[in-house]
C-alpha cells in the first residue's frame, strides 16, 4: 500500500499558502504535503528536505517536471537554519515515519516483516538497533524504552533482551518482548490491541534518530525564519514529540515570536481514518509569526 500524507488540507489551509511564497517541507517523505503546496504556487518555490536519500531520489523522479518550482536536499531537517538564508512563508514538518519506510524489511523497523536491526533514517550513520539492543547495558536498554516508549514494563523487556543476547533481527526482537510481556497481559494493562512490542521498537527507534533531540533542534530556530505573517505547522504521532511542539510554540509564544493558532490539536477527521488507519494518531499544532523583532 503507497504511503499517504495526512492532514494535507488541513496543512495547507493553515498555511494560508501565498502563491508567490516560499514554503520549507522538512520532511519530504513521498511528497505529498509538497505537492499540494506546488499546486498553489505560481511564481513561488518549496524547499524540501529529507535525510532518507531514498525519498528524496523517489521525489527527483516523480517532479522531475517541477525542478523550477522545488529544491530538494538530502538533510536533517535540524540543520535547515544553516542551510536556508532567507524569510519563508511557511514550514511544515510531519514527524510521522512513512509507510515505504516501514514496509522495507531491510530497513528494520517493523517487527511484522523480518529484516536486520538498523531502524536509520539516514543509511549513512553509524548507531543502528542492532548496537543498541545487543550492546547497551540492561539499565541504559530499560531506561530508553520507558522514556521513548512509555512502557512500564521496560525493566522486564530489557532484562529478557539481555539474557537472549544475540538478538538476531527484528522478528527475534518482537518475539523477546512478547514473551516477556504476554500479548493477553498486555492487552489487559492497555486496553489496546497493539503488539507487546510496538513501544519498544518505537523507543529504539527513536533513539537510533536522536528524534527527540532533532525535533528540539528545529524548533529552538525554525520560527525565526519565519517572514511576518508566515506560519509553521508541525503534524507528531505521538505523546513525547508532540509535547515538545506544544513547550516550544508556548515558549515562542511567552517571547511574543508566535502566536499559536490551534489552542487544542487537530485530529484527522473520521472520513480521512476511514480512508489511511495509520493517520489515527496524527497531530496538529500550528503557529502564525508576529512583526516582533528579534536580535539573530
Not at 31 to 47: E, F, K, M, S
Not at 135 to 146: F, G, K, N, S, V
Not at 169 to 182: N, R, S, Y
Request: charged share 30%; net charge positive.
Amino acid at each position: 500500500m503507497r504511503h499517504k500524507s495526512v492532514l494535507v488540507q488541513e496543512v495547507i489551509d493553515y498555511l494560508k499558502v501565498d502563491p508567490k511564497g516560499v514554503y520549507l517541507d522538512l520532511t519530504f517523505g513521498r511528497g505529498g504535503h509538497t505537492a499540494a503546496l506546488l499546486d498553489r504556487l505560481t511564481t513561488g518555490r518549496v524547499i524540501a528536505l529529507d535525510r532518507d536519500k531514498s525519498a528524496i531520489e523517489a521525489g527527483h523522479e516523480r517532479f522531475m517536471n517541477e525542478s523550477g518550482k522545488l529544491q530538494l536536499m538530502c538533510e536533517k531537517f535540524s540543520s535547515v537554519s544553516e542551510i536556508v538564508r532567507e524569510p519563508v512563508q511557511g514550514i511544515l514538518a510531519d514527524l510521522g515515519i512513512s509507510r515505504d519506510q516501514i514496509e522495507d524489511a531491510n530497513r528494520g523497523f517493523s517487527f511484522q516483516r523480518q529484516g536486520p536491526l538498523r531502524m536509520t533514517m539516514d543509511a549513512k550513520q553509524a548507531l543502528t538497533a542492532k548496537e543498541i539492543v545487543n550492546h547497551y547495558d540492561e539499565r541504559q536498554l530499560a531506561d530508553l524504552i520507558y522514556q521513548f516508549g512509555e512502557e512500564r514494563r521496560s525493566r522486564r523487556i530489557a532484562r529478557a533482551i539481555v539474557r537472549e543476547r544475540p538478538i538476531r533481527d527484528t522478528t527475534h526482537l518482537a518475539e523477546v518482548v512478547e514473551k516477556a510481556v504476554p500479548r493477553t497481559s498486555f492487552r489487559q494493562r492497555h486496553k489496546s490491541q497493539i503488539h507487546p512490542a510496538t513501544r519498544t521498537f518505537q523507543a529504539i527507534r527513536i533513539a537510533v534518530n536522536d528524534e527527540i533531540g532533532e525535533v528540539e533542534k528545529l524548533l529552538a530556530t525554525a520560527p525565526l525564519m519565519l517572514a511576518p505573517g508566515g506560519r509553521m505547522t508541525v503534524i507528531s504521532f505521538h505523546s513525547l514529540e508532540d509535547r515538545v511542539v506544544k513547550h516550544s510554540f508556548r515558549q515562542w509564544n511567552t517571547r511574543g515570536v508566535l502566536e499559536v493558532l490551534t489552542r487544542r490539536i487537530v485530529r484527522p477527521s473520521t472520513e480521512e481514518i476511514a480512508g489511511n488507519p495509520a493517520s489515527r494518531s496524527a497531530k496538529l499544532r500550528a503557529a502564525e509569526r508576529t512583526e516582533l523583532e528579534w536580535p539573530q
